[in-house]
């Protein structure tokens, strides 16, 4: 495979935007996880070091690049990047190295916005809550982006709330990665 590695971002959110609480998500979703899983298999991942350590260890079949300015981070099994650029270089090569077309987005919310610019897809499963919480996903663009795939599944018996799965494309071209801050 050749050529540029998409940026795709998966992200789970409340009517209020919400999709974190401190480190924990403030929702039990079994079939969203399922997606999850679906949708990131064999993809590397791109995510802070609070979302990391918030699942505690690197996702089976996926490469996890840690974003962080934490000069002592490490961790096992997982790529550390000091910033953005460095972040997406590996994510990309890594997708090269899988011959997938794409790197995922995984969180949390510093990351998303900081990385939002430059995402070619959105997969969001919007849950029918609006619960208490400090990290939010930024407002997509009705400008920017088009609704391309709308799915309404029946809750499960481990889910605790209604849901749906909205994907988004982005309109025009994605912007390049800058230099910049993440977490």
């Given at each position: 495979m050749s050529g540029a590695v998409d940026l795709v971002a998966v992200v789970a959110v409340g009517e209020n935007g919400v999709i974190g609480h401190g480190d924990l998500i403030p929702w039990r979703l079994s079939s969203d996880m399922k997606r999850f899983r679906a949708l990131t298999l064999g993809k590397p991942l791109l995510m802070g070091r609070r979302t990391f350590r918030s699942i505690g260890r690197p996702l089976p079949g996926r490469d996890t690049i840690v974003i962080t300015r934490d000069a002592a981070f490490a961790a096992d099994g997982v790529e550390v990047a000091r910033d953005l650029p460095e972040a997406v270089a590996l994510a990309a090569a890594a997708a090269r190295r899988r011959g997938v077309g794409e790197a995922i987005i995984a969180g949390g919310g510093e990351i998303y916005r900081a990385?939002?610019?430059a995402t070619r897809r959105v997969h969001l499963t919007r849950v029918a809550l609006s619960?208490?919480?400090?990290?939010?996903?930024?407002?997509?663009?009705?400008?920017?982006?088009?609704?391309?795939?709308r799915e309404r599944p029946e809750p499960g018996p481990k889910d605790e709330a209604a849901f749906e799965f909205i994907d988004y494309e982005r309109i025009g071209e994605p912007r390049p990665v800058i230099a910049g801050g993440a977490g």
């Open positions: 990385l939002l610019p619960p208490a919480g400090d990290v939010h996903f930024p407002v997509l663009d009705a400008a920017e982006w088009r609704v391309v795939a």
